[in-house]
């Protein structure tokens, strides 16, 4: 898909043309690695939905922002924003680096963990990532748990996803939008592109952090299985950020079939 072969002509194509861009952008080959570094934290796969949407709405921040002023200002600030959208760019694999070496940093020092409690009775195992083995004795999973008919559905924000969405929606999501919405028709047909876009991205990245969160969950109560599942995510990562700093600074071509340009 060709950003500059994209256009709309009015307000309901700007709805759909958004929508659907938004849902393939959050395939891309960074962003999918990126989260799959994350959803290890959390064994409930309706929490890994809200590590999604944390995600997405990070991502679609600095996006609204500098759509809107695209919109109002054209041509000044597309030429503000280009010589630098490669610093962003860098910024990403820095980022997938950074969390890829945080997860066998966590390996390392066994702080991700199966450990097995009674609870009502019954014997329960837990996936831990968030703390060290020794602090096991004075932590109960269940403590901070909600109760009720859907206790994980309730939403709750987290900043570390947020935070990545945003490096990765002032990268190359920023140079998709600033090639197409020059192209609107109106002030407000961009607009409604720029929040379906935005609409489409966080939920069909929700959606993708549900299925990452899938294979953890299954391998849960196996410590081997749960840190060979980590270890992949993380080499993908950190081989992802080396080769995307690789392509931008030294010209190779080591990243471009992960994602469309």
Not at 107 to 133: I, P, Y
Not at 165 to 190: D, E, K, N, R, Y
Not at 214 to 243: Q, R
């Amino acid at each position: 898909m060709h950003s500059e072969a994209i256009h709309f002509s009015g307000i309901i194509s700007a709805l759909i043309v958004g929508l659907i861009i938004g849902f393939a952008h959050s395939t891309d080959g960074d962003h999918v690695v990126a989260v799959s570094t994350m959803v290890r934290d959390f064994r409930s796969v309706f929490k890994g939905l809200w590590v999604g949407l944390s995600w997405g709405l990070g991502h679609s921040t600095p996006l609204l922002i500098l759509g809107i002023l695209v919109l109002l200002f054209k041509q000044s600030i597309i030429d503000y924003y280009e010589p630098i959208s490669g610093f962003f760019e860098f910024g990403v694999g820095l980022m997938l680096v950074y969390l890829g070496i945080q997860v066998f940093w966590k390996l390392k020092n066994n702080e991700f963990h199966v450990h097995s409690h009674d609870h009502d009775g019954e014997s329960h195992k837990h996936l831990h990532g968030s703390h060290f083995h020794e602090e096991i004795e004075n932590h109960n999973p269940h403590k901070e748990r909600k109760h009720g008919l859907f206790p994980e559905l309730f939403p709750f924000f987290r900043m570390k996803s947020y935070t990545i969405g945003i490096v990765h929606g002032l990268a190359g999501s920023a140079a998709i939008l600033i090639a197409i919405l020059p192209t609107s028709p109106s002030f407000v047909s961009g607009l409604i592109f720029l929040f379906s876009f935005s609409l489409g991205t966080m939920i069909s990245m929700a959606i993708m952090t549900v299925f990452l969160s899938f294979p953890v969950l299954i391998f849960s109560k196996s410590n081997y299985f749960s840190n060979l599942i980590m270890s992949i995510a993380a080499s993908l990562s950190v081989l992802l950020g080396i080769g995307l700093m690789s392509d931008l600074g030294l010209g190779t071509n080591f990243t471009d079939f992960l994602w469309y340009r």
